[in-house]
Nanobody, 117 residues
Framework: QVQLVESGGGLVQPGGSLRLSCASS????????MEWHRQTPGNEREFVAR???????NYADSVRGRFTISRDNVKNTVYLRMNNLKPDDTAVYYC???????????WGQGTQVTVSS
């Protein structure tokens, strides 16, 4: 069982920046593919960014060039750096861990990001 705890959300003005963190309970984060997703009320959760065990990254078109996902396998933490934030980025952001070995997925509880002037 892998527990994930997100932090770093908050209120920011348009054009501002935030860095989200996802701390994992496992000491083997290097074996997990990690993703960030987000969700707004009444909508399905949507993919934001992914970083594989190889450190290869993928991004949703809506955030590419503004968001950067990274991982620190020593600290067992994944980050999402968000720059040039827009009101449309307002959502609850969730961290997800996927184990290719077990086929299991794990989710954090989410952290709220609000972009507003």
């Amino acid at each position: 069982q892998v527990q994930l705890v997100e932090s770093g959300g908050g209120l920011v003005q348009p054009g501002g920046s935030l860095r989200l963190s996802c701390a994992s309970s496992t000491s083997t984060l290097s074996l997990l593919n990690m993703e960030w997703h987000r969700q707004t009320p009444g909508n399905e959760r949507e993919f934001v960014a992914r970083i594989a065990t190889t450190s290869r990254t993928n991004y949703a078109d809506s955030v590419r060039g503004r968001f950067t996902i990274s991982r620190d396998n020593v600290k067992n933490t994944v980050y999402l750096r968000m720059n040039n934030l827009k009101p449309d980025d307002t959502a609850v952001y969730y961290c997800k861990a996927s184990s290719a070995r077990s086929g299991s997925d794990y989710w954090g509880q989410g952290t709220q990001v609000t972009v507003s002037s």
